[in-house]
């Protein structure tokens, strides 16, 4: 079930003489069996001597395969005199992570600073997971380029094609000169995944598509951002852009049809089982709502057993000599706009 909050297995028990049909469904409940991990062992910082106590920098954080309170995240860094760790919720889906300078750094006395990130879950009991931080204190520009926002949030349609317009980012720096000329780049925490779907323009700020979107594979995307000034020592200023797909129509509905009792009777009892009808479809909310019809003029009815679930079920009267076979015509539409649909066949015939 991936990361859904609900998990269940749906299983149809059919039994002959009478014949009935049950359904069961099995809930599946999550256990604190994923500790957080990092997608690298370690994450290295470049940080100036001359960056003024308070200053912040981006730190990745963790990610856990559990749902709910065993994949609720909180974090701490080991005992240090020169950073403290600042999280910030931003959205239900991530946590803000940066390191904030305590005091002022010294290359001369220490170049080299390391500290142990460590990732806590929520279960009980708990499990961790831990990076290496490695921060190399650079000599010593004194305004670094700062963003608006920390955090900029995009919705964007899964259809939408490359070249798109994403977002355009601008950082304003203090200093003059070469000093206050600003480059855009991913920060070292954004992964190749991330790199294969977006793009950005070094010089104007500008995060366009480069690749295919797809909501039912990945719905969010977190790219970090560094806008670096033309300095000899260069200062950089961060920001995160968090893009949400939103899922469109694009996934026709599916459907299995298993006949149990084939040819029937021309005398069977109305009410009668001939075929249990499955339905799905990938997309999400309406788009993914699906509701089953028949040909029209056949002495047949769908009946709805369970969501997604119907039974072709005899509803009227069958005569031989008058009908000797029928083509069952089933259409399985969903509630986009416009609706997708598919259709599948069955052929009865009457003994």
């Not at 994450?43 to 200053?55: A, G, H, N, V, W």
């Amino acid at each position: 079930c991936g990361r859904s909050a609900e998990c269940s297995i749906h299983l149809e028990v059919i039994v002959d003489r009478p014949l009935q049909v049950f359904h069961v469904e099995v809930e599946v409940r999550d256990i604190n069996d994923n500790p957080p991990k990092f997608s690298r062992p370690e994450q290295r910082l470049s940080i100036l001597e001359s960056r003024m106590p308070d200053s912040r920098f981006p730190v990745e954080g963790a990610s856990d395969m559990d749902i709910g309170s065993n994949a609720a995240l909180s974090y701490k860094v080991n005992p240090n005199e020169y950073f403290d760790l600042d999280i910030k919720r931003k959205e239900e889906e991530t946590n803000v992570l940066q390191l904030v300078l305590k005091k002022p750094l010294d290359r001369e006395e220490t170049h080299e600073h390391r500290l142990l990130l460590t990732a806590i879950d929520g279960g009980k009991p708990e499990l961790t997971g831990t990076v290496q931080l490695l921060i190399d204190v650079l000599d010593a520009n004194d305004n670094a380029p700062e963003f608006d926002q920390s955090v900029y949030n995009v919705r964007l349609l899964e259809s939408t094609p490359n070249e798109t317009l994403v977002i355009k980012l601008n950082a304003s720096d203090a200093d003059e000169g070469m000093n206050k000329e600003i480059l855009y780049f991913f920060s070292n925490l954004v992964l190749e995944d991330v790199k294969s779907k977006f793009t950005i323009d070094s010089t104007s700020g500008e995060i366009k598509v480069k690749g295919a979107l797809d909501y039912e594979d990945r719905k969010l995307y977190e790219i970090n951002i560094d806008a670096v000034d033309r300095s000899t020592f260069p200062l950089a200023g961060h920001c995160k852009v968090i893009v949400k797909l939103v899922d469109v129509n694009d996934n026709v509905p599916e459907m299995a049809i298993t006949s149990l009792f084939l040819p029937i009777k021309e005398d069977a009892q109305l009410g009668t089982v001939i075929a249990l009808i499955s339905v799905s479809d990938r997309d999400s909310g309406v788009n993914g709502q699906v509701t089953c019809s028949l040909t029209p003029h056949v002495p047949f009815k769908l009946v709805s057993t369970f969501k997604n679930y119907y039974s072709l079920v005899l509803d009227s009267a069958l005569d031989r000599e008058t009908v000797a076979n029928y083509h069952v015509v089933v259409t399985a539409r969903d509630g986009g706009s416009p609706s997708l649909w598919a259709t599948a066949s069955v052929s009865v015939e009457v003994a």
